[in-house]
Each structure stands twice: as C-alpha cells, then as structure tokens.
C-alpha cells in the first residue's frame, strides 16, 4: 500500500484564485494528493470546495496558481483532455446522462483508445461485480434510477476511464443512512486498487473515517491540514470551521 | 341519401394525390430539420446558414452532373464537399464563439448565410439552372402522370434519416453525439472531446442539407434564392416538432406538409402556406416546448 | 377604538415590538413535485430584529426566502406582514408592501451608473407615469438616492458606472438599492458571497449601521458573520425549523451541531 508523499505528489494545486464573475470564490487555494491517497476536503456550503474540484478537472479556469497532475502543469487543459490523462470526476449532483441507458453510460468512459473487447469485459465484469444493482438495470434509462443507484452510476462510470484519481463531490448528499455507508465502502474498494481520492464532503464522521489526510477549507482558501487519525469529530478546529 | 351525397362531393383523388405529395415534401423537408435540429441540440446553435447549404449543395449538384452525367456521384460529391464546408465553417466561426451570447451565434451563421448566397450569385449567375432527374418514368395515378422519381426522394430520405437515427442509436460517435447533447460538460469529463463532436456534428447537418438540396433540385429550379423558402419552413419545422427532438421534426415536417398540401386543394398554393404559420403560432401559444414532445420536461 | 395616546406612550409601545410581529409564517409550505423543501414552518420575526437563517445544504433556506418575498409561491400555509396576508402575492406587489431583497447573484445595472441604480429603485415608490418631468425634477428622489448611497458608503463612487466598482462595492450597492425601496423588511440573501475578509468586515458594519428602524432577514453561510450580526437565529433542516435562539443558545446546541457535523 503506498504512503502519502513517497515521490512528487499526484495532484498538486498551488494557490488557486478562482473568479465567478467578480465573485472571489477560491483565494489561494493550495494542497495535493499523493498516488493512492484518499483526502478528505472538509468546509461548509459556499467556501469553494467544488470549485476547487471544477478548477481541477479544468471546467473553470483559474485567474491565476496552477494544477499539475503527474509532474505537468495542467492548468489550462481542456477537460476532456484531463480525463484521458487519468483524472475521473464525480460532481455533486451526479450529472448521469439520464436519456442514456446504464451501459451507454458506462460506455461514455469504457469506449476509449486502447481497450479491447477482452479489457472492456473484464473492466465490465468488475465494475458489475461491486455496483450490482447497475448490472440488473444495464439496459434501463438512467434518468429512471434512483438517487442512490445514480450515485453509484456515477462512481461506476468515472471508473471506466480506470483513472489515476477520482474527484468526488459530496457522493453522501441526499442519501439515506444505508446508501452512506454503501459509499463508504466503494471509497475503500477504490482504495484497494490504488485509485486516488479527493474526497469532498460535509460528513465529518465518514470523511475521518476514510481519509489518511484531511484540509479543511473556509472563505475560499484552506485553513486547517491534518492526518486524520489526529482529528477528531468533537475537536475544536472542527468546530470552528464547521459547526456554528 | 344526404350521406354518399357529401361522400361524393369529397375530392377523393386529389386527397389522394395530395397525401402524396405532401408526403414527399414532407420528406425532404424532415432532412432539411434533422440537420438543424441537430446543430440547435448539440451546440444550441440555431444555424441561420443551413438554406444556403441545401442551396450549395444543389448547385455542387448541378456541376458535377455536368461533368460526369451521373445523378448519383452528384449526390455523393455534393453531400460529401458540403459536410466538409461546414465543418471548416464551424471551426473559423463558431468554435471562437462557444459560451459566448447566443444572439453572436446567429449573427455569424446569418452573416454566413450572406456570404454563401452572394458567392452562388457571382459564381453561378441569377439564372435558374436544372437537374436532370435520375430516371423518367410516371405510373398512372388518376388523371395524372405521377413521376416515380418523387416516391424515390422520399424513399431516399426517409433512408437518410433512418441511417443516421440508427447511427445516433448504436456505435460509440452515436453515444457520444447523444451524450454531448444531453450535458456537455459531463461529457467531456467522460474523456469525449467535445469540440470534435461539435464539428461533427455540424459537418452532419450540413451534409444533409446539401443531400436534400441535390434530391430536390429535379423538382425545382436551382438558384441562389432557393435556400431562403425552405430554411423558414424548416425553422418552423424545428420549432413545432420541439427543438433539438429529432424525431419530432420529422413527425412536424410530415404533419405540416400533409396539411399544406391539403388547404392547397381548395386554395392556391401560395395561400396553403399560411397553414405552417398558423400552426407555429397555435404551437407557441399552447406547446412551446413542440407539438410532439411527450411532456415539457 | 383605542383614545387617543400622547407621543411619549405611543413611541413606547411602537418600541414594545407593538405585539405584531414584523414577518409571520403559519404552516407554510412549499412542495416541488415529490420534495417538500420547506414543512410546515411556523416562523415569526419581531420589530428591528436581525435575524439569521442559517441551516446545513439542502436545508430549504433558499426555497424559504423566496416563498416570503413572493418569488415562489407557497404550496400552502399563510405569510402576514405586519398582520397583512401577503400569501400569494407578486414580488412587485410585496415590495411596495415593505419588503426588500438582495440576491446571492449581484443583480445591479451595470450600464448605469452607481446613483442611477439607487435612483431608479427610489423611484419606484412613486407614480412614474408622468413621462413629461425629467428626473432630474424630482430633488426629493435625488436626495433621498443620495442619503441611501452615503449610508452604504458609495457616495463617492456615484458617477461612477456600476459595472466598475469592485465584488465587495457591487454588492453593497446592492444593500443600497434594496434600502432605497424605503423598506421595513430587509432581506439579504447570502450578502458576503465572494468577498474576502476584507470586504466581508465592512459589509458587517455596513448592515449594522443601517439595522435601526429596520428588521433585517438573512441566509448566510459564513458563521463569523452570522454571530457578529444576528440577534437571533433560526436554524433550518430539512424544510423544518430545528432550533432557534440567541447567537450562544444556538452555538451550545447539541442537535445543531449534530446536523452540521452530519454525526
């Protein structure tokens, strides 16, 4: 299992301004993953953790700072370029395709350059084998699916791109208590095969539970950076930076 | 009695031959929508441009009939050079101008549109020229001579449009123009590259367009104007049958030129147009999202 | 009927919240198909009270906020302003009740300039149908623009076309047209969106010195502004009221913060 920061991280973001119009959403965001690390990035609503992640995968443009992925500054690459290169999103409102059916879904990612038929199954069969409620519903719309079942549609399908990391955007919003602790365990599974994590998500307890590292983020910049066996839910920091 | 009084008086043959007609207008003019609404449901790009490719492409039609006398290759070379213009026409103009107000969009395509009409003038001269259809030959329908090549241009384009309904359905561009069109961000988080879906896409309308230009050029004469006419019927097209529905424009396309060929038995064919228009409005008013869209999503 | 009170006891009792409340819900709900955003909120807002409303993602804030200033309708359930029904009416109409709004997205004019925006939203309070007087006729329109720009400290930035001032300035013009309705209910919707630290303090001063003879309603996600402003504090979840009290009440709230912390 590799450690965090063994070599040059995977993903290092390097004060990150980022502007909606004239609204200063991200002022000067700076943190990184390392290959196969899950990190948590905690904050409450409108502090800018999605926009960090949209900075990231290239779907708004920083004003200024700089995104390098792998020892390359990325920054201003188009997203679908960032996508072959190894990075999968997942957004906060999952975004499934809802015309298409689950398996042209999945083969948005899973119809690429260099996958054999042979590669597409085996990458089929796995991904069935950990979502299988998505293998019984394969040939039905997406749209038709349930907030869970299209979470995990949406997990499964930035696993066809077999990505380096997986940006994950508040994947428990919304979900009831079971599909949580379902989400819980693909964030492991993912670990197990040494996919990265940028783990966005308002739930302390879970967030804690499956990161090795945790930022925590306010008014647009990060304020707060631990190993998350050093923090716990009732901590002051916590408190401060997310309760009231 | 009163019953097969009235039933005699009805113009059952020329109900008959108006469907027919109404059907192979229809037809080509379903082509002539699937390719705009098309452009509108991928990049929301209402294509101003789109009656001067159907105008070029019957013109490329016209040219290389001349030259190598087969109604066929000019059908091929005309779809073939048109889709290849289109797409160059979208990469120097509307590629710079993607996320921008879509009130530029139009502005491009219309100034677009200008450019291609006045170069078919100076290239080709105000006189109407003619394409000769592929094959004579009428079979008797009434009291007329129904020529078979009209049942063939609408055989071909309901074939057109099936082929590329089952292109959009199957294979892996077909996904990628359907997921694009449904969230184009996600797509390209997905590793599509969107702007090259984009040019497709539009190097698909336009290539229709010139396809049904060459089909309809026998029927009509081909001049620089012709493009004009049908665009308008095809924005209207597009409207009633929901934007960017594909199968909606073509059940409107058929719809409004079944209806226009009817009124047309009673009132003279310029009237009968009134009918597109008095159906755009009825739709605006009661179902702006398209006569023939399920429910406004 | 009430006799006739002398001046002094009046004031008091205006003072005394006058026993109506400024803004009260009754049931109020608000459905979108199968989601019910906001349940069955029982909420009331006395006179010159600052009061927050604050509450976890998806908690109904926003679907809240725009069910009172009448930009969505309620599904069912009762809004009185001053005592007034206002259930259902247009936001056109709510404002010339009394009410007044920001929004999260800056909505100003940008070609106009910073006093034209302030005018414009003064002269709303008159008949405008005399198409024959130019504005400039109307001094007590002027002055009044004038006086509110001074208040949100953008007096001298008045010539000034609105789409040059700063983030922090154009949302403070935007305090300032809302103020320019002459309102008794200000709402402000998530004011310090996209400031910085810098513009966030003065925009906390700035709500603090307009707060007398107002009451004031506001959704923010920043917690220092919250407890640095508010009076009160009505914490929303799900569409319900969770709790609500004083800044400390609420911050030594167990369930509140549960709901936070999600634990």
Redesign the interface.
Known sequence: MSTAANDAPLIAVEDLHT???????L?GVTLHVGSGEVVGLLG????GKSTTLKTI???VQPSHGKVVFEGNVVTSM???RL??LGMG?V?EDR??????TVM?NL???L??AGMTDEKKRALLEKVFAYFPVLAERRNQAGGTLSGGEQQMLAIA?AM??EPKIILLD?PT??LMPRMVSQIRNIVDVLHRENVAILLVE?????TLEASERVYIME?GAVRHHAAARDLK?NDAV??QY??? | MQLTAILAGIPWDQILIQTLNGIVTGMILALIASGLTLIFGIMDVVNFAHGELFMLGAYIGVVVLATTGSFWLALLIATLVVALLGAAIQIATLRPLLGRDPLTTILATFGVSLILQNYALWQFGPVARKIQEPFSGHFKLFYLEYPWYRLLIAGLSAAIIGGFWLFLKHGKFGIWIRATTQDRVMAQAMGIPVPLVHTAAFAIGAGMAAASGVLFGPLVGVNHTMGLDWVLKAFIVVVVGGMGNLGGSIAAAIFISLLEAYASIWVSPAQAVIVSFVVLILTLLFRPTGLFVPTPK | MQPAIDAPASAKKARAGAQVPVLRTEALTRRFGGLTAVNNVNFQVNREEIRAIIGPNGAGKSTFFNCLTGVLPATSGRILFNGEDITGLPPDRISLKGIARSYQITNILPNATTLENVRIAAQSRRHAWSMLKHYSAYHDIIERAEAVLKSVGLYGKADELAANLSHGEQRNLEIGIALATEPLLLCLDEPTAGMSAVETRDTVQLVRSIAKNLTILIVEHDMDVVMGLADRITVLNYGQVLAEGTPTEIQNNPKVLEVYLKT
């Open positions: 502007y909606y119009g004239k609204s200063h959403i002022q409450r609503n409108g502090v995968i290239g779907l188009p997203p679908h996508a072959r999103y957004p975004r499934i395709f809802r015309l298409l042209e083969r948005t990612g119809d690429r399908r066809m791109l508040e919003e919304g308002q739930n302390v307890p879970l008014k839910v916590i408190h997310l309760g009231v």
